[in-house]
């Protein structure tokens, strides 16, 4: 009888070890699978912060060109992140696609090549084509949904990518240098500044922070240096807090100016401006060369500038800056 107890003490021993070694299992299990999915997810998002378009379309035609190039026809049915037109073609000369299936792609801008063919030329961020099947496509070895990929691109895209640095210039010429854009416009809107999330990037580092700011829009009159024409409508990032990160150029020590020494812009006023454009291809912002000097009022022929801006605060006379300013581009 004692022996029978012994036994069944055992053998309940036994099952209840098993069981919980079961239940470790089926607990670990889908952790390891959110971790592989959550690394995919990490890894689309990396992808698509380096890419300077997303789009989703069909292969139209692969063929070999004159050149001995494969060569492919790529259709754009979806735009999801970066400049492109709907219906528009792209031409890749890396990877492998069939004709008439769907992909999606992420894409930097190729180098101009004599084989090209007069098409958009890109190269592929991925190893291959992402083909969709089912609305799914396969990345990093891991089935990952369409819709899951464009909610999380749209969660970043909601993060504005900034310049990492912001440079002061005490010379006009160094200043006209450093600007992107030099312009003169009218601003035709300025929406009241509200938080907004920013993130810089510089040498694998990401920093991200929130700041008050406003897309600022205005309309290009006059335009000095820079691919606007007159008419054409500019996405500007009005963050006044800015100021407080601002770094001479020249001794490379922060500047002293604070927030409420940046000048303001006025909707309805007309101003010289002095523009970056942002580090993100996907994103048509421009900035500020920095929250001092990005920005000068002009009205008539008259310039009205602040005390803060070392390399424009001589100048009364638009005529007179814009000699200048043609001088030193």
């Known amino acids: 009888m004692k022996k029978h107890i012994k036994s069944t003490k055992l053998t309940l021993a036994i099952a209840m070890a098993v069981a919980a070694m079961l239940l470790l299992y089926a607990c670990a299990t889908p952790v390891g699978i959110m971790d592989t999915d959550g690394r995919a997810h990490s890894d689309a998002q990396r992808i698509y912060r380096d890419a300077s378009l997303v789009v989703r379309g069909v292969c139209e035609r692969n063929h070999v060109n004159a050149y001995g190039v494969s060569c492919y026809d790529f259709r754009v049915d979806e735009v999801i992140a970066g400049a492109a037109e709907v219906g528009s073609f792209i031409h890749i000369t890396d990877g492998a696609m069939k004709d008439e299936e769907e992909y999606l792609l992420y894409l930097v801008e190729g180098e101009d090549a004599?084989?090209?063919?007069?098409?958009?030329?890109?190269?592929?961020?991925?190893?291959?084509?992402?083909?969709?099947?089912?609305?799914?496509?396969?990345?990093?070895?891991?089935?990952?949904?369409?819709?899951?990929?464009?909610?999380?691109?749209?969660?970043?895209?909601?993060?504005?990518?900034?310049?990492?640095?912001?440079?002061?210039?005490?010379?006009?010429?160094?200043?006209?240098?450093?600007?992107?854009?030099?312009?003169?416009?009218?601003?035709?809107?300025?929406?009241?500044?509200?938080?907004?999330?920013?993130?810089?990037?510089?040498?694998?580092?990401?920093?991200?922070?929130?700041?008050?700011?406003?897309?600022?829009?205005?309309?290009?009159?006059?335009?000095?240096?820079?691919?606007?024409?007159?008419?054409?409508?500019?996405?500007l990032v009005y963050a006044p807090s800015m100021s407080s990160d601002i770094i001479d150029a020249a001794t490379l020590r922060p500047v002293s100016y604070g927030e409420m020494q940046a000048p303001a812009l006025e909707q309805g006023k007309i101003y010289m401006f002095f523009l970056v454009k942002g580090p993100d291809a996907k994103q048509n912002y421009h900035f500020a060369v920095n929250p001092m000097q990005g920005y000068v009022e002009i009205e008539g022929n008259d310039v009205f500038c602040s005390y803060v801006n070392s390399a424009l605060v001589r100048y009364r006379n638009l005529n007179d800056l814009i000699i200048d300013i043609r001088a030193a581009l």
Not at 190 to 210: K, Q
């Open 114 to 235: 004599f084989y090209t063919e007069d098409t958009n030329t890109y190269t592929l961020l991925t190893d291959a084509p992402l083909k969709i099947t089912n609305g799914k496509v396969t990345l990093f070895g891991v089935k990952l949904s369409l819709s899951d990929i464009k909610r999380d691109i749209a969660a970043v895209k909601s993060v504005i990518t900034m310049p990492y640095n912001s440079y002061y210039y005490k010379e006009l010429a160094a200043l006209v240098n450093a600007a992107d854009d030099i312009f003169i416009g009218e601003v035709l809107y300025t929406p009241a500044l509200a938080s907004r999330r920013f993130r810089a990037d510089a040498d694998g580092t990401s920093v991200e922070n929130e700041m008050p700011a406003s897309i600022v829009r205005v309309k290009a009159l006059g335009v000095a240096a820079g691919a606007f024409n007159y008419g054409d409508v500019v996405e």
